[in-house]
């Protein structure tokens, strides 16, 4: 009866994460060997795809029919410091940051990364989570992939919306340490869609997340 009351409980847990982090696709894969380390060291595991980037004979941007380069071309007529390569590390940097303090529960590490919004609605999946009694253990076992997918300026605002595919080791335990959901041997492939923000006149060069959702 413990076990079935837990089952339920992880699935509550599960319904409300999903809201504020990514969908996961099913897609299982044997883990790697060895098991990679902490998220801080798997900086250098996945691979990175570039953002994609049309031009012109004569080097510029090429704005004819893509708008994520009109996008990135705006945000680096706003920002002469703006350079893609640096934001595309930044964010996938970023990823496994805010990702790791989130799952560990102390967002305190990445509040300067985070905007109003945004760390409410973690504080608040955290605090729910933690009132449960269970405890949700993931693991950022690599990034398979990121790519900008949208970019705007409004004003002197730009932003920037990030697809990240991961494989991840998810489960949840109860009390008692006991697994009621997700497999410790097993990771999964999950997508996230953040979206970061930066006011391109502040001095202050860090991006702040915005916005996060699953793929529709």
């Known amino acids: 009866m413990d076990i079935l009351i837990f089952a339920v409980l992880a699935a509550v847990i599960f319904f409300k994460l999903f809201n504020v982090l990514g969908r996961r696709t099913g897609n299982e894969q044997p883990p790697p060997a060895p098991m990679p380390g902490p998220v801080a060291d798997n900086d250098d595991q996945g691979t990175v795809l570039p953002f994609r980037r049309q031009e ?83 693991e950022l076992v690599a990034i398979v992939d990121c790519e900008a997918i949208e970019a705007v300026m409004s004003g002197r605002q730009a932003s920037i919306t990030v697809r990240f595919r991961s494989n991840q080791i998810d489960v949840v335990k109860d009390s008692e340490n006991r697994i009621i959901a997700g497999d410790p041997t097993s990771t999964i492939e999950v997508t996230d869609i953040w979206t970061f923000s930066r006011d391109t006149r502040a001095r202050d060069p860090n991006w702040l997340l915005v916005a996060t959702r699953s793929p529709a």
């Open 56 to 138: 012109k004979e004569d080097g510029t941007a090429d704005e004819s029919g893509d708008p994520l380069a009109q996008g990135l071309d705006r945000i680096r007529r706003a920002d002469r410091g703006f350079n893609v390569d640096e934001f595309h590390a930044g964010a996938r940097q970023a990823f496994g940051m805010i990702l790791d303090a989130f799952h560990k529960g102390d967002l305190e590490p990445v509040r300067g990364f985070l905007d109003e919004e945004v760390h409410r609605s973690f504080s608040q999946a955290i605090d729910d989570r933690d009132q449960h009694g269970a405890i949700r253990q993931i």
